[in-house]
């Protein structure tokens, strides 16, 4: 769909997060479609009414009036209800799919959502917008789950984008997991690298790593693992390179916070 024919489609936004609002706004106008938005489900039907969107983008979670009951009124309205109808929702729960269908939603956007998944599924719904219109439910189905009973009148194409939308989000959530345990994976086997045996010079203390060079000791525990070094001075090194600063010749850390007292049982190195 070129962006000159977008220009022409309206999009309602109604989101009651100004922050969200203004992501939402820039993402759609930036793909050529005209936005008005709306905080509340109240001030969307408003402007519902006031001038006909060709679809609306709806928060769930709202003050005065939610994305459900929104929906509700746009799909009661035979003036109002060949309007397309996106809920965005985190999709936690199989719960959120059967109000979405209660309603009659056309279709969800989940949270977080990336721009490319958004404008397909808007393009998805305009390209198929022809094949809704006309189409109406004549037998009400009541699904019961979770102790509760829900009333679905919506079309079978309805019932039919949401099912698509919602294997689409089960899909791109086991692609995030499987990239997430990949890393997962990646970061236990560079901690298991440490417990393996470290070549490590008798005389600089320099380790050989893994490609066969040799790095200072901080650079390589730094490489392969979350420890940051910072820089002191054990007392004993003190004694021996800095004796002027001891006085009486002990052990004095004084004025020295980093100095550490030396370990009274050292290893003897073989």
């Given amino acids: 769909m070129s962006g000159k024919k977008m220009t022409s489609i309206k999009i309602l936004l109604v989101e009651d997060s100004l922050t969200q609002a203004l992501k939402l706004q820039h993402i ?4 050529g479609f005209s936005v008005t938005t709306a905080q509340n489900g109240a001030e969307g039907l408003e402007k519902v009414h006031q001038s006909s969107p060709d679809i609306i983008v709806t928060d769930i979670m709202m003050p005065i009036m939610d994305g459900y009951e929104l929906c509700s009124k746009i799909k009661g309205d035979p003036i109002l ?31 977080p959502y ?3 998944h958004l404008i397909s599924r808007i393009e998805y719904i305009l390209a198929n917008q022809k094949l809704r219109q006309g189409v109406s439910s004549d037998i009400a189905i009541e699904v019961a789950f979770g102790g509760q009973r ?16 919602s294997f689409e989000t089960a899909v ?3 692609r995030e997991l499987e990239e997430a345990n990949q890393k997962l994976r990646a970061a236990v086997q560079t901690i298991d ?3 393996d045996l470290i070549p490590i010079c008798c005389h600089c203390k320099k380790i050989r790593n893994d490609r066969g060079y040799w790095q200072q000791l901080e650079v390589y525990f730094e490489e392969h693992s979350l420890a940051e070094f910072t820089h002191g001075i054990c007392p004993d090194c003190v004694q021996t390179h800095y004796p002027t600063t001891l006085q009486g010749g002990g052990h004095s850390t004084r004025g020295n916070p ?13």
């Fill in 172 to 174: 791109r959530k086991n």
């Fill in 81 to 111: 209800r060949h309007i397309p109808v996106i809920l965005l929702t985190t999709l936690s729960d199989v719960e959120d799919i059967l109000k979405g269908l209660k309603c009659g939603a056309d279709n969800f956007i989940t949270k």
């Fill in 258 to 270: 980093d100095a550490l007292p030396a370990d009274p049982n050292p290893k003897s190195s073989d």
């Fill in 150 to 165: 829900y009333l679905l009148t919506s079309a079978r194409i309805q019932i039919l984008d949401l099912l698509i939308a």
């Fill in 28 to 31: 759609l106008e930036g793909n």
């Fill in 114 to 116: 990336e721009e490319s």
């Fill in 193 to 195: 690298t440490l417990r």
